[in-house]
């Protein structure tokens, strides 16, 4: 089983819909959550930290299920400029190893 | 804003051929890191450093090297340079050790092997 696993899409939406994706991470021990944006042939970029309490950021909002162990990320009002791969990013307690998701690709189309 | 500059965007190299790529951060961060990506694998950790003169092998350190002689450069070396080694690869660096510091990235490296 991999450490953190997403559904690798694609998400095919119309413009102004709502679209979420999911991530599942299996150590417990993870602490700190992200979601990076990467463009084709780009470097990924740093989206979002995830809290525990959710957080929101404009048309993103991003939730953690400690329980479950999983994130997910919510994308309201979908632009077609948020076409892009989004990798979910999982680092372990007390150390460097961070994780990352092989990431879920999204077009959104006019 | 993090500035992580690498030292280019397309390389062609051969193989058997010492290949360095040069990665440079002008945010003081004590975490520097290399990456590879390729296409339904991800992102797969190389090497790291969390100190000048300091590495960590990552997941795939086989084939590579690092040097940090300085805290703002990280240094990728293939030995001798193999076609398996043609990908992306990407320089991060991040602040200390703080749980939620997250990565920040270059523009990447793309490398081709002939």
């Known amino acids: 089983r991999k450490e953190v696993e997403q559904d690798p899409g694609p998400f095919n939406v119309p413009e102004g819909a709502t679209v979420a994706f999911n991530c599942t991470y299996s150590?417990?021990?993870?602490?700190?959550f992200f979601w990076y944006r990467q463009d084709c042939r780009k470097e990924p970029k740093l989206l979002m930290s995830?809290?525990?309490s959710g957080n929101e950021d404009g048309r993103f909002t991003a939730q953690l299920n400690r329980a479950s162990q999983y994130i997910s990320l919510l994308i309201r009002d979908s632009k077609l400029s948020d076409s892009a791969t989004y990798l979910c990013?999982?680092?372990?307690?007390?150390?460097?190893?961070?994780?990352f998701g092989a990431g879920t690709r999204l077009f959104v189309k006019a | 804003d993090v500035k992580v500059t690498q030292s280019s965007r397309y390389l062609v190299k051969r193989t058997g051929e010492k290949v360095f790529l040069e990665c440079v951060q002008d945010?003081?961060?004590?975490?520097m890191f290399w990456y590879r990506q390729d296409p339904g694998l991800g992102l797969r950790l190389i090497y790291f450093?969390?100190?000048?003169?300091?590495?960590e092998k990552g997941d795939i350190p086989e084939g590579y090297s690092v040097s940090r002689e300085k805290k703002e450069r990280f240094s990728l070396i293939l030995e001798s340079a193999s076609t398996n080694q043609t990908s992306m690869y990407l320089c991060?660096?991040?602040?200390?050790?703080?749980?939620?510091?997250?990565?920040?990235f270059g523009d990447g490296t793309r490398l081709s092997i002939l």
């Open positions: 995830v809290y525990s």
């Open positions: 150590n417990s021990a993870s602490q700190s």
């Open positions: 450093s969390y100190d000048v003169k300091m590495k």
């Open positions: 990013v999982v680092k372990a307690a007390g150390g460097f190893k961070t994780i």
């Open positions: 991060a660096s991040s602040r200390g050790l703080g749980q939620a510091q997250p990565q920040h």
């Open positions: 945010m003081d961060h004590e975490n």
